[in-house]
């Protein structure tokens, strides 16, 4: 559904991509995974047509950027990482707003708008201004408006940032319902357990570069299953282990407190760059 070969974006001398490839398959959520910084958000911003490549290669539905950049509109959803809502509209005059702007003729522009504020659970504020609306709210409705024309591919930048832990779950919650009704998800996250979570498949970006594409589990499998940590003055050992009886065995071997858990997407990216993916 997506291809991606190349990809180099440049920003005055500042490389934000730094000749990434993949491809996403029809009905995968993928996540863009990596720091502040590490070119995620410039993916997107190149793949939603909001900036353009410096080089590389871009299909989507087997349509290439830019000279398809019309068609290409009309069948992807983008959900950027900050509200871009009409605060002064209400959220069902948003939803029309975006409606006219797709051409959607009005009986079926009502009845989708009607659709969508029901399946984001926001049909009952259908008629009261975005700026009564909590962040989870306001996000719900930006995936509404996102959906509304029926798009085949989904982008969603960090969307849930700065959102508390509930509301985050049950934005996954909608997403994966998403998913399950065979749409295309491109997501970016620096939440692992976001990545972990909703994700058939993760590229892990570190300054603008691939460092590596898989399912979390396969990640995760490729470290060892199995990880003991322990204390180690100021720092944190660790190491890494294919099954528990290995994991305990070693740890029993050691003189100090150990903690035997099992390994995660921050393992992984730990390893590759030696660094945290900083919250
Ligand atoms: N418009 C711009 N002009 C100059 N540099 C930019 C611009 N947009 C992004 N960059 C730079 O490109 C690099 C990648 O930024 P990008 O926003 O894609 O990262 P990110 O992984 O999405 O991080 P974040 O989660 O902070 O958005 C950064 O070094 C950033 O400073």
Known sequence: MIIIEGLVKRFAGRTAVAGLSLKIAKGETFGLLG?????KTTTIRVLTMLTRATAGRIQIAGLTLPDSERQIKAIIGVVPQFFNLDSDLTAWENLELHGRLHHLPAPERRRRIAELLSFVE??????DRVNTFSGGMKRRLMIARALLHRPQVLFLDEP???LDPQVRRRLWDF??????????????????EEAENLCSRVAILDQGRLIAMDSPAALCQG??????????????????FPER??????AATLTVNATIRLSGLEDVFVELTGRKVAE
């Open 122 to 127: 926001l049909a009952e504020r259908g008629g």
């Open 160 to 162: 849930t940032v700065g």
């Open 245 to 250: 009886s290995a994991a305990a065995g070693f």
């Open 35 to 39: 720091p502040n910084g590490a070119g």
């Open 175 to 192: 997403i994966r319902r998403l998913n399950g009704e065979g749409l295309t998800v491109l997501l970016t996250t620096h939440y692992i």
């Open 223 to 240: 470290l060892g299953r199995f990880v003991v940590e322990w204390p180690d003055g100021e720092a944190t050992n660790f190491r890494f």
